[in-house]
């Protein structure tokens, strides 16, 4: 036996030793029996261990030992039957059966139930051997029952004789549904969909159909929320619940057998419904505060509150600030997080911010909400009025009225209200001026007159008062300069009226220069200044403001063609200020391509000396392949017109004679005429022109030798021998001129007589030696000349080694070989001749 209960007292028996193989025992009786027959006659020992159901199983043991005796004294048991039932409602002391026995030996005979007598449920007399039922069966208890009889002799030592019954105990419906608990607690979320709650048991102690129950609410599920599977007890939700509606439910379930709906049981089951985080926090109310700047750091400012219709940790709110301010300085409050108290951690300065909105957060850790707090901070009388300016300065004329608006001083006051009205005055107070106490216009109380000065400044400070309980004050000075007053406005001086420009013009040239002058100030030349105020080029060309030079700013490129007007203005300094405005054309034209071209390089014109001034001497004339403004051409001596005989048009090229032609002081007269066309960077070409005077008789013949000397030169581009030239007469008057063979000077072998002759034709040839000789020959005019002409002349004579010049006529075909050679009495002591190389005159000494 054990003195524990439960599984704790459930006890199991086992064999061991030598022998236990002969043996078998009944694990839950105890109940040794033979394993087969045994043959033997001593006495065998076998170990009984027996051994409980606990967790740390507690054992012991024992041991039995087995004599063998002659069968036939053994009393003789006799059992109708080995197997019997019964029903567990059948009554105490109902007889099952009478057990006999018969012994050889000494009687009587008692009769024992050895074992499988759990809970003493039978009794066997021991004398007759009626075997009754003895307590209360109890088929949901123990189902059969293996009892052993044991019939036992009076002998010494007592023989015993042991048979096995089975004792079966049929089911009768005798037990109601009894749950496994008579309250069951359970939990479900809300706003979950229809789901499984719990589930209950009720046990029906009988079996089969006897054990079979069905479950119902019959209590508490006002609503329909609930459902129960009547088979296997599992109740549900038909639908999400709320447990802000309803936050738990009482039902009571009822157990029915199913074979005798009399057989109920109950139990109560306490649903209750978890907390869902599905509600976010709420705000109750607007939150709007007013604290004082000089508030300290600590103080709480507001406290701020929310409801959340959640409950424990759901319920649990945060409170949080997003610091959306747009201000640099730190943000001067923070909130506690659990219990919302706004309060103050940086000092505070209406005048930096006067209103806050905080954006605060109110967070259960699933929901957030955010309300606007506006906290406006109320004005202390903490700042001095500040002037706009620390020094004023201000420039009027001179006036004899009074009351004259001078200026205005302006000072602020970052306070509000009384503490931010501020009143004017002047300390000392000033005998010209006088400061409105509210406006802080300043004005004029006497005349204010200059003494013959230039100007005159005069000072004075002004101070600002605010009106606070504990006034702040500042002051600034005021300069008051005056002037004599402006009465003439800049006048432009005069300029080209448009300027045609290329559409390539580098941006940054200068295409003009301004100039404007003022009457008032003569001598100043800083005193105007230039801004282009408008016109369709001021987005292309800008005005130094001090020099007046218009510049190109931006690309002309997309402007061909096209006329644009920039309009100037130009402003003095004077008081008042006086301005005068100008138009500036511009046509934009193309690049200037091409250069003036004359038809050909050398033009001669002859002119006799006794012309009047004013007589054209020709007419020059040159082209442009450009258009517009860079064909238009002009024309102008480049050189040559020294002493200003000449003039040329500008734009006709007439080339007109504006001093008297003296022949006999300049023959020939080489000017250099250049032909200029229109464009801003200009084009040029040139023309040598060669004004040749007719001599006219107003000389008389004069000699100044007998002999007279020309030379002709002739060249050989061959070398050697084949380069060496012979000089020889061809024609002419042999008998009065002679050429050197070797250099081909020509003299005179006579006197000349003017009156008889004016004039001779020689033909000289030149010729080489070689072997296959070659010549040319030139034609040699020699002109006599009145030694009277000759007189008049101012030159030096020629060196004796000096060669007086020869010239080609004029009027000669280009393609003869053709000289004139002027000769004169006093050709050695008066060379008027001179040499040119310009088209239609050669000297004898080039090639030809």
Avoid at 221 to 231: E, P, R, Y
Avoid at 491 to 507: A, E, G, K, R, W
Avoid at 521 to 534: F, L
């Amino acid at each position: 036996m054990d003195e524990d209960t439960g599984v704790n007292a459930q006890l199991t028996f086992s064999l061991f030793g030598r022998h236990a193989d002969w043996f078998s025992i009944d694990p839950f009786t105890g109940t040794v029996f033979t394993s087969d027959e045994l043959k033997v006659e001593d006495d065998i020992t076998i170990g009984v261990r027996v051994e409980d159901g606990g967790n740390d199983p507690k054992s012991d043991s024992t041991t039995v030992t087995i004599r063998f005796q002659n069968v036939l004294e053994f009393p003789l048991l006799t059992v109708d039957a080995f197997e019997y039932w019964v029903s567990e409602d059948d009554p105490l002391d109902m007889l099952i059966t009478i057990v006999t026995a018969e012994t050889t030996r000494k009687g009587p005979i008692s009769y024992y139930l050895a074992s499988g007598n759990f809970e003493m449920m039978f009794r066997l007399d021991q004398e007759t051997g009626e075997l009754t039922i003895g307590a209360p069966l109890d088929y949901e208890s123990y189902k059969e029952f293996q009892l052993c009889i044991e019939a036992r002799d009076a002998g010494f030592p007592p023989f015993s004789t042991y048979a096995e019954v089975f004792i079966h105990v049929r089911d009768v419906n005798d037990n109601s549904p009894v749950f496994t608990k008579s309250v069951y607690m359970c939990e479900v979320f809300e706003n979950l969909p229809a789901s499984v709650v719990c589930e209950v048991l009720a046990i029906d102690a009988d079996l089969g159909v006897y054990g079979e129950v069905e479950y119902s609410i019959v209590i508490g599920n006002v609503d329909g929320d609930f459902t129960i599977n009547t088979n296997t007890g599992i109740i549900q939700t038909l639908r999400s619940l709320d447990r802000e509606k309803n936050s738990g439910y009482k039902l009571t379930i009822q157990a029915v057998d199913k074979d005798n709906t009399l057989n109920t049981g109950t139990a109560i089951v306490y649903v209750t419904v978890l907390d869902k985080n599905d509600h976010a926090p709420r705000f109750l109310q607007i939150f709007h505060t007013e604290v004082s700047e000089d508030a300290p750091i600590g103080s709480t400012v507001i406290q701020i509150t929310s409801t959340d219709e959640d409950i424990g940790e759901n319920a649990v709110i945060s409170y949080t600030i997003v610091n959306n301010q747009s201000s640099s300085v730190r943000f001067p409050f923070a909130i506690e997080k659990t219990s919302g108290s706004l309060v103050i951690v940086q000092t505070l300065d209406r005048e930096i911010q006067s209103r806050y909105i905080i954006k605060v957060i109110a967070n259960d850790s699933a929901w957030s909400i955010g309300t606007d707090v506006t906290v406006d901070i109320s004005d202390i009388n903490d700042n001095s009025p500040v002037f706009s300016q620390s020094q004023y300065a201000v420039t009027i004329t001179e006036t004899k009225n009074q009351g004259i608006f001078v200026m205005q001083v302006k000072a602020s006051d970052a306070d509000i209200g009384q503490n931010g009205q501020i009143l004017y005055y002047i300390e000392p107070p000033d005998y010209f001026f006088g400061v409105n106490a509210s406006t802080g216009d300043i004005a004029t109380k006497q005349p204010v007159l200059l003494n013959k000065l230039e100007s005159q400044s005069l000072s004075f400070t002004v101070v600002a008062l605010d009106c606070g309980e504990d006034p702040y004050r500042s002051n600034t000075t005021v300069i008051v300069t005056i002037v004599p007053y402006n009465y003439f406005a800049p006048i432009f001086l005069p300029f080209s009226p448009v300027l045609h420009i290329p559409y390539n013009l580098d941006v940054g040239t200068t295409v003009i220069q301004l100039s404007a002058v003022d009457e008032d100030y003569q001598s100043r030349a800083t005193a105007v200044e230039y801004t282009a105020i408008g016109g369709n080029a001021s987005v292309f060309f800008e005005v130094d403001i001090y020099s007046g030079q218009v510049r190109l700013k931006d690309f002309l490129r997309q402007s061909l063609n096209t006329i644009l007007t920039l309009i100037v203005l130009a402003k003095d300094k004077g008081m008042p200020p006086l301005s005068s405005e100008t138009n500036v054309n511009f046509v934009i034209t193309e690049k200037n391509r091409f250069s003036p071209r004359f038809s050909e390089p050398l033009v001669l014109f002859l002119a006799p000396e006794d012309v009047p001034v004013g007589f054209v001497i020709g007419r020059v004339h040159a082209e442009d392949k450009d258009d517009g403004i860079n064909g238009l051409l002009s024309y102008a001596f480049k050189s040559g017109n020294d002493n200003e005989l000449f003039s040329i048009g500008q734009t006709s090229g007439l080339i007109t004679l504006i001093k008297g032609l003296d022949y006999e002081i300049k023959v020939v007269h080489l000017l250099c005429v250049i032909a200029k066309d229109g464009g801003w960077i200009s084009e040029t070409g040139e023309l040598n022109v060669t004004v040749v005077v007719e001599d006219m008789n107003d000389n008389p013949p004069v000699f100044s030798t007998m002999e007279y000397r020309a030379l002709v030169k002739a060249s050989d581009r061959d070398s050697g021998a084949n380069a060496e030239i012979t000089y020889s007469l061809l024609t002419g008057d042999q008998d009065l001129f002679s050429v050197d063979s070797k250099n081909g000077t020509i003299t005179t072998r006579d006197m000349f007589d003017f009156e008889v002759h004016q004039a001779f034709e020689l033909s000289v040839k030149a010729s080489n030696t070689g072997t296959l000789a070659h010549f040319s020959v030139v034609h040699v005019y020699i002109q006599i000349t009145g030694l009277r002409a000759l007189l008049k002349t101012s030159e030096p004579p020629l060196h004796p080694t000096q060669k007086p010049p020869v010239y080609f006529s004029h009027s000669l075909p280009l393609s003869k070989w053709t000289a004139a050679l002027v000769i004169s009495p006093l050709d050695t002591a008066f060379p008027k001749l001179r040499e040119l190389a310009v088209k239609g005159i050669y000297f004898l000494s080039v090639i030809c």
